[in-house]
Each structure stands twice: as structure tokens, then as C-alpha cells.
């Protein structure tokens, strides 16, 4: 329920490497040998001429599809509804007017759906790792009766497309089966279903079955219990793994727009994302872009920061040529 | 003391298989009330609503197969398939080859690669409703930005969204700019992972650059290529966002999809076993694909 949108959301079981982090190391320390095109043609004055041609086409076209419609975004924000009709348009704002900005941020209410999408992701993060965490932790080193099948049924969910349940997947969380709890209009409606997340579980499963099982053995015969044996030594050694996790969920919480948009109908409730598209319709062209842009600079910066880390997660299923 | 397994004295197997599982079913038990709750309860109540009549007033109705009658009977019901073929098809032919083009290219250059990678992503990372909200600024037919570059080079503009012939393609464009960036990404690492020597060896044998590429690199990443072909078809056909917020199904149908129908026919039409049927309908189709998608990556593992 966490994943919506066209982007291959789960690179589901595939291969393991035993040990992933040994194999990430070893694969940036190989000397970087040659690719399609051998060293030898490169240092050539044709070859020269050749490169530095296409260096300069791909860096200028790449920024202008993907660095240039953001440019578009700030600077139209910043211009007034009379510039932003005009033909030709103006390369830059006329004059530099934050105005809209401000109004973005009061008209919107675009604090308060910020909060609410800090407060989603937030909590769908802590509740996926604490369940999903302990799940991992049972299936791989306390191994009970019917484990493989708990784990199968788990790993079964990863067939089914997000988009496809949505429809019951409502139904429930307004009618809770058996507890008859009405769940729409709260964060548990967010929260929950994101720890229903069988790539999770898988991950970490994995990571956890290549800790040495001595090393678990050695703290029990020291008379510590399965929950001391999981904060003291299985997650200190996990902190890969976790910080993928971390990510991924925060990441698919920050995105997703169709859930919170079905359980979520109180304006009060929406994340940024529903929010902003919600009253869309009703905002001056330059106050919606202004908050278009407010919405993607919490998202730039994260990537800037995490960078690394989010791209280790995009390979994390283990997909490899 | 001859048990080195158990962490206390030994009371008996019995009594310590016991404890195990109880242990290990209480760190499982978090797990398991969601999946039952939120996925596998979901799982079987999709099925269920296809046949039922389900408004909320009244216990379910079993009614058939009368869901899926109405839902054939609908004169968007085809245009729903189609568009969603299509988009898949047009998301694949401009989606599929373009990310892995790029990645051969990044993967040659020694200068910007960072940058590139950088900004290839950046669309990945903003919420998509931002995005798609930005481009329908784009397609704005009088003042948007792309109309207004047409102008530059004194082309007439287009209508975009507005017309039917060209919204469909309005969305696959959308969905290509923010989706892009991660297969451009993974197929960059797998081509890092193709040994320098099989290129040094082709090129020896005289084969020129395109015939590297196609005997060499697409060989060596085969199975990536299939795994995100798989992938892409799964996601796409799932397609809604876009022509929910940039069209809402229109010009005259042109951009329905299922799940925008399905979508439509829950809250719109208040006929939740509609839309359950339509969800079925794609639930099946999309098993076969992600079926055979599990089966590829676990060929890989063997």
C-alpha cells in the first residue's frame, strides 16, 4: 500500500549475496578497467574531440529535461500572473517577488500538511522497522514450526500489485474485520499497512541469516533472552540493512499519494502531496506553483543528504546484471 | 551438559520446543496481524467483492456474476484496456530503451558523472503528485512552457491534455521524465559490473562500437533487462496518478485506465463490486507478469 506510482517499487526476492557488504566493497575497490570504449581511443585527437563533444551534449541536455523544469518552477513562482501568461515568456523573473510564496504557505495551510506528512512517514517508519525488525529477527534465528510458510505467505504478498487491493484494502481499514474499528481520518491508517511490507521482512530476513549463529549462541549460554540476543547484538551488526529499510519506507510514505488520498478525505488530515493536488484547482497559477516548489525542496534536500544511501537501496534487492 | 543449543538447563525437549515457538511467534505476532489485516485479508476480500454487492448499509449480497456483466456493458470498459495497453506500450517504447541508453552513455564518461546521476533522480525523489501537477502547468495550452518553446521555434502549439489524440501521450511523457532516473541508476550498476576484458576482446576481434554493444553489453545485462522489462509492465499497468489529476479520463475517454476506472467506479459510482471486478480482472493480469518475473530472479539465484 505504500508504492503507487510507475516505478519498479519492489525489486522483489531475487538473488542474495551471502555477505552484501563484503561484495558492495570489493565491487568499488576493483580498479575501474575499461568500459565500452578503450582507454587507448580516448587519448587519440579524434577520440578527444569525440568525447568532449559528447560530454558537453549529454551534460546540456540532461540539464535542460531535468534540471531546467525546476528552474521553471522556482522562477515561475516568483513571477505575477500577467508574466506568466506572456509569449514570449521571460527567461527571468522581472522582479525577484516572494509574495506567492507566502501565500502558498498561508492560503494552503501548507504547515499544517507538512506536519501531517512528517507525522506519516515518521510513524510508518517506526512501527515498519519494529514490526518487521521482529518478524526478521523470529524467521531467521528462533525458527518455529510453520516459519517457512509464515515466510512464504509474507514473501506471496510481493505478487500482488499494490494498486489492484486498494479497493478491500479500503474497505478494511474503514471496517476493521472482527474489531469493527473505523480507521479512516487516523495516522493508523497510514501507519499499519506500511508495516505490511514482505520486501521488508525479506531484506532484513536475509541480512540477519549471515550473522554467525555462534555469536547468538555464545550471548545464550551467557542467560541473555531472544529480545536481549536482537538489541544487543543482532541490531548493532544490522545497521546496513536498517538503514536501507529506513529509507525505503520513508521514501515510499513521502511519495505515495493514492492511499492517503482514499483513507485520508479530512483537509485537515492530507499529507502535502494529497493536499496540494486537492486544492489545486482552486490557487492563482503562481501560489500553486510556489507550493509545488515548497513541496520538492524537502525532497531534493533528503536525496542530497542520503544520496548514497538511497542509491544503495535502489540495488538492494540484490538485482545485479 | 551436553545441549549447547538451549540457554538453560534442559527441562525436556518438549517443554523447550515449546517455549521456542512461543517466543518466536510473540516476536512474530506484530507481523502477523498486520499482513492479516492489510494484506492477506485484502488478498481474499478482493475476490469476495467481485461477486458481492457491497453497499454499507446492508451485509454483502452474493450476486454472481452480475458485477462483471456491468462492467463489460460499460462503453469505457474497452477504452480502459486499450488505454491502459497503450500507455504501457508507449511507456515502454519511450520508458525502456531510453534509461538504458543513457546509463551506456553515463557509464563512458569520466567527468559530470555525479552530477548526472545526481539530477537523473532528482525527478524520482519528488512526490509524484508535484510532478504531475508541474507538467500539467507545461501542457497548458495557451502559456505553457511547451507551447511556448513550439513558439520559439514558430511551431503552432498544441493542445496537450485537451485533445484526444495527443493526451495519452501527455502522460507517458510525465510518467518517462519522474520514473526514468531508476532504471537509468540500476542499469548503470549492472554495467559496472561487466568485466573491461570482454570489451577489450571484442574489440580485437574487430567489432565496432554498436556491435559491443549489442554482443557484449546487452548479453551481460540480459537478465536485468528482463527483470525491469517485467517490473515496468507491473508498474505501469497499475497507471493512475496521471490521468487522475491531469485529465480525469478525457478528452472523451482517451485517457481511462483500469485503475482510474476501478477507482471511478468505488467513489464516483459508489459500486464497490464494480470496481472490485475491474481490480480482479488486473490482479490477474498482473500475476502472470509478476510470476514470471519471481520465476526470472530466482533462476538467477540457482
Redesign the interface.
Known amino acids: 500500500m505504500t508504492d503507487t506510482a510507475v516505478r519498479p517499487a519492489r525489486p522483489a526476492p531475487a538473488p542474495a549475496p551471502r555477505t552484501p557488504r563484503r561484495s558492495r566493497r570489493a565491487r568499488e575497490a576493483a580498479p575501474r578497467v575499461r568500459g565500452l570504449v578503450s582507454p587507448h581511443t580516448l587519448t587519440t585527437r579524434r577520440g578527444k574531440i569525440v568525447y568532449w563533444t559528447v560530454l558537453t551534449l549529454v551534460v546540456t541536455l540532461f540539464t535542460a529535461v531535468f534540471v531546467f523544469p525546476l528552474y521553471w518552477m522556482v522562477t515561475g513562482a516568483m513571477k505575477s500572473p500577467d508574466e506568466l501568461v506572456r509569449m514570449p515568456p521571460s527567461l527571468f523573473p522581472e522582479n525577484i517577488d516572494l509574495t506567492p510564496y507566502a501565500e502558498a504557505w498561508e492560503q494552503l495551510e501548507l504547515g499544517t500538511f507538512l506536519l501531517n506528512t512528517l507525522m506519516y512517514a515518521g510513524g510508518a517508519w517506526i512501527i515498519t522497522l519494529v514490526v518487521d525488525v521482529s518478524a526478521a529477527y523470529a524467521l531467521s534465528k528462533l525458527r518455529p514450526a510453520l516459519g517457512r510458510a509464515v515466510l512464504a505467505m509474507m514473501l506471496s504478498t510481493l505478487m500482488i500489485p499494490p494498486m489492484v487491493i486498494i479497493l478491500p484494502a479500503y474497505l478494511t481499514v474503514k471496517d476493521l474485520p472482527i474489531l469493527g474499528w473505523d480507521l479512516l481520518n487516523t495516522p493508523w491508517a497510514i501507519w499499519l499497512p506500511a508495516a505490511a511490507n514482505g520486501f521488508f521482512v525479506f531484506l532484513l530476513k536475509r541480512f540477519f541469516d549471515s550473522i554467525p549463529r555462534e555469536l547468538l549462541e555464545a550471548a545464550a549460554i551467557d542467560g541473555a533472552s531472544p529480545a536481549r540476543i536482537l538489541w544487543s547484538i543482532v541490531l548493532p551488526v544490522s545497521r546496513p540493512i536498517i538503514g536501507v529499510v529506513s529509507i525505503l519506507s520513508v521514501v515510499a510514505a513521502w511519495k505515495d499519494f493514492v492511499w492517503p488520498l482514499l483513507v485520508l478525505p479530512d483537509q485537515d488530515k492530507m499529507p502535502l502531496s494529497v493536499g496540494i493536488a486537492q486544492l489545486s484547482a482552486q490557487m492563482p497559477q503562481n501560489v500553486l506553483i510556489a507550493a509545488l516548489v515548497i513541496a520538492s525542496i524537502p525532497a531534493i534536500l533528503v536525496f542530497f543528504v542520503f544520496q548514497r544511501n538511497i542509491m544503495a537501496g535502489l540495488t538492494a534487492g540484490g538485482l545485479k546484471g | 551438559m551436553t545441549t ?2 538451549a ?2 538447563p534442559a527441562r525436556g525437549p518438549f517443554r523447550n520446543a515449546l517455549r ?2 512461543l ?6 505476532s ?3 496481524i ?2 492479516a ?7 481474499v ?2 475476490i ?2 467481485s461477486f458481492q454487492k ?1 453497499n454499507f448499509v446492508d451485509p454483502p449480497e452474493w450476486v454472481g456474476l452480475a458485477n462483471l456483466r456491468t462492467v463489460f456493458a460499460d462503453a469505457a470498459f474497452a477504452d480502459a484496456w486499450l488505454n491502459t495497453l497503450a500507455f504501457t506500450g508507449l ?1 515502454l517504447v519511450f ?1 525502456y530503451g531510453v534509461p538504458f541508453l543513457a546509463a ?9 558523472r555525479a ?16 510532478a504531475v ?2 507538467f500539467k ?2 501542457y497548458d495550452p ?2 505553457g ?1 511547451f507551447n ?1 518553446i513550439l ?2 521555434f514558430s511551431i503552432p502549439g498544441l493542445s496537450w491534455l485537451d485533445s484526444s489524440s495527443t493526451a495519452l501521450v501527455s502522460l507517458v511523457i510525465v ?1 518517462t ?3 526514468m532516473g ?2 537509468t ?2 542499469y548503470l ?9 570482454l ?2 576482446a571484442a ?1 580485437l576481434d574487430g567489432a565496432g ?1 554498436f556491435k ?2 549489442w554482443h ?2 546487452i548479453p ?2 540480459r ?2 533487462l528482463l ?2 522489462l517485467l ?2 509492465i ?8 496521471e490521468p ?2 491531469l485529465t480525469g479520463g478525457g478528452p472523451e475517454n482517451a485517457t481511462v485506465t483500469v ?1 482510474y476506472l ?1 477507482y471511478q467506479y ?2 464516483n459510482y459508489g459500486d ?1 463490486g464494480g ?2 471486478a475491474l ?2 480482472m ?2 490477474v493480469v ?2 502472470i507478469f ?2 514470471v ?2 520465476r526470472v ?2 533462476d ?2 540457482g
Do not use: C, K
Open positions: 549447547t543449543t540457554p538453560r521456542r515457538n517466543t518466536a511467534y510473540g516476536f512474530l506484530g507481523a502477523l498486520v499482513f489485516f492489510f494484506s492477506w485479508y485484502p488478498m476480500r478482493e469476495l467483492l457491497t511507456a520508458g551506456i552513455v553515463l557509464n563512458e564518461l569520466r567527468h559530470a552530477y548526472l546521476r545526481f539530477i537523473v533522480y532528482v525527478p524520482v525523489m519528488l512526490p509524484p503528485a508535484v501537477l508541474l502547468w507545461f495557451g502559456p512552457l511556448q513558439d520559439v510518467s521524465w519522474m520514473n531508476t532504471g541508476l540500476i550498476a549492472a554495467l559496472q559490473s561487466i568485466p573491461g576484458e570489451y577489450e574489440e562500437l559491443r554493444v557484449v553489453t551481460q545485462t537478465l536485468i527483470v525491469m517490473l515496468q507491473v508498474a505501469t499497468m497499475q497507471v493512475f496518478i487522475y489529476l485503475a476501478m468505488a467513489f464497490f470496481g472490485g481490480g480482479l488486473l490482479m498482473l500475476m509478476s510470476a518475473y519471481l530472479s530466482r538467477d539465484q
